[in-house]
T-cell receptor
Framework: NAGVTQTPKFRILKIGQSMTLQCTQDMNHNYMYWYRQDPGMGLKLIYYSVGAGITDKGEVPNGYNVSRSTTEDFPLRLELAAPSQTSVYFC????????????????FGEGSWLTVV | KQEVTQIPAALSVPEGENLVLNCSFTDSAIYNLQWFRQDPGKGLTSLLLIQSSQREQTSGRLNASLDKSSGRSTLYIAASQPGDSATYLCAVRPQGAQKLVFGQGTRLTINP
């Protein structure tokens, strides 16, 4: 019963370093998302994907990249880490049968805590 | 632009009380509204999903209502327990959008 799995759970990066946050889901969901959550704030959408090979920007995409080569995996890449990217990152997935429908419950991973120093 | 607001930011009540958490949104053109629970250091767990055509949803001691025309939703928790202590977030899915717009959350503490 894995659901949405994110790795690593915690990471400290130096300014300018790069890293990839991994996300995989085993529910055969077509939609996948990356959100970030800053202290005391709601979640902001970074990128999302409606299926393998299709990705699109969310509200705060600058400094990040994604790819979706398979249904299961949706990695998030930070190319040149900056202190402003210190945050908690959540991957999520859901299933919708077609664009425009109301959508179903969204499932979240447990989060990845990233600190950039 | 859709905005979601949750008031209050924090709430502390004695065990056993019934309580209501509030969520308001600025644009009534939504597909659905979802309430989530977030425990410290954990991800979000979906509690209730209300489609735009529905007025309320119930799960155990939780009842969520939706008044789309006024841009409001409430989460009612009956007979609160210390285990209900967590942050509760609401989120709407705007029509035509493939994302959720979140409120900042209400941090709830139930005192034994």
């Amino acid at each position: 019963n894995a659901g949405v799995t994110q790795t690593p759970k915690f990471r400290i990066l130096k300014i300018g370093q790069s890293m990839t946050l991994q996300c995989t889901q085993d529910m055969n969901h077509n939609y996948m998302y990356w959100y970030r959550q800053d202290p005391g704030m709601g979640l902001k959408l970074i990128y999302y994907s409606v299926g393998a090979g299709i990705t699109d920007k969310g509200e705060v995409p600058n400094g990040y990249n994604v790819s979706r080569s398979t249904t299961e995996d949706f990695p998030l890449r930070l190319e040149l880490a900056a202190p402003s990217q210190t945050s908690v990152y959540f991957c999520a997935s859901s299933y919708s049968s077609s664009l425009g429908l109301s959508g179903n419950t969204i499932y979240f991973g447990e989060g990845s805590w990233l600190t950039v120093v | 632009k859709q905005e979601v607001t949750q008031i209050p930011a924090a709430l502390s009540v004695p065990e056993g009380e019934n309580l209501v958490l509030n969520c308001s949104f600025t644009d009534s053109a939504i597909y659905n509204l979802q309430w989530f629970r977030q425990d410290p250091g954990k991800g979000l767990t979906s509690l209730l999903l209300i489609q735009s055509s529905q007025r309320e949803q119930t799960s155990g001691r939780l009842n969520a209502s939706l008044d789309k025309s006024s841009g409001r939703s409430t989460l009612y928790i009956a007979a609160s327990q210390p285990g209900d202590s967590a942050t509760y977030l609401c989120a709407v899915r705007p029509q035509g959008a493939q994302k959720l717009v979140f409120g900042q959350g209400t941090r709830l503490t139930i005192n034994p």
